[in-house]
């Protein structure tokens, strides 16, 4: 019963090749994000999504490519992996207007680009 | 103890004592402040939080002050347990935005 729950927990790849992380919630929420970690432990957002419509584009990389099929998925798909992608990817959702904006995350994905 | 949370310091305490973690938050607008404890290889879980219309809000064990004047938020914990290893995230929020930022983290280690 995983509120947010993500695929894969780990990912090793070589530069240039093209992954994708799978996220999906189960909580009713209709907006869902994706953050990135570094290795400095700073969390960043980087998209998110309210009812399968993109709302916030942090200026990340057109490599990074976010795709919703539906309001419990958010899949993050990255092309031409640079070795500065290198982190921990947690996608998270929320209920916006619900009288708490809280976001809750998923166990992350740890993106390793050789 | 405390700690300003800035540049991921660490916060090392004895079990039993009571814990303070600062965070200086940056826009002015936030109407929304929150907790987050990330345990290592796991994602942030909500601790608390808090809406700018407070300034103190109490849960189990934690207790959330906010001084909007100063941009100041600290978490206390109290009785502090070595299960409250981790590290723990201040994050804020225009809720008109939904753009959750968060701050750089302290970490928390608790010994026996």
């Known amino acids: 019963d995983t509120a947010v729950s993500q695929t894969p927990k780990y990912l090793v790849t070589q530069m240039g090749n093209d992954k994708s992380i799978k996220c999906e919630q189960n909580?009713?929420?209709?907006?869902m994000y994706w953050y990135k970690q570094d290795s400095k432990k700073f969390l960043k957002i980087m998209f998110s999504?309210?009812?399968?419509?993109?709302?916030i584009n942090e200026t990340v990389p057109n490599r990074f490519s976010p795709k919703s099929p539906d309001k419990a998925h958010l899949n993050l798909h990255i092309n031409s992996l640079e070795l500065g992608d290198s982190a921990v990817y947690f996608c998270?959702?929320?209920?916006?207007?619900?009288?708490?904006?809280?976001?809750?995350f998923g166990p992350g994905t740890r993106l390793t680009v050789l | 103890g405390e700690s300003v949370g800035l540049h991921l310091p660490t916060l090392s305490v004895q079990e039993g004592d009571n814990s303070i973690i600062n965070c200086a938050y940056s826009?002015?607008?936030?109407?929304?402040f929150i907790w987050y404890k990330q345990e290592s290889g796991k994602g942030p879980q909500f601790i608390i939080d808090?809406?700018?219309?407070?300034d103190k809000r109490q849960g189990q064990r934690v207790t959330v002050l906010l001084n909007k004047t100063v941009k100041h938020l600290s978490l206390q914990i109290a009785a502090t347990q070595p299960g409250d290893s981790a590290v723990y995230f201040c994050?804020?929020?225009?809720?008109?935005?939904?753009?959750?930022?968060f701050g750089t983290g302290t970490r928390l280690l608790v010994s026996p």
């Open positions: 998270a959702s929320s209920q916006v207007g619900s009288g708490t904006d809280t976001q809750y």
């Open positions: 909580l009713g929420h209709d907006t």
């Open positions: 999504y309210n009812n399968k419509e993109l709302i």
């Open positions: 826009n002015s607008a936030s109407d929304y």
């Open positions: 808090i809406r700018s219309n407070m």
């Open positions: 994050a804020e929020i225009h809720t008109g935005f939904q753009k959750l930022v």
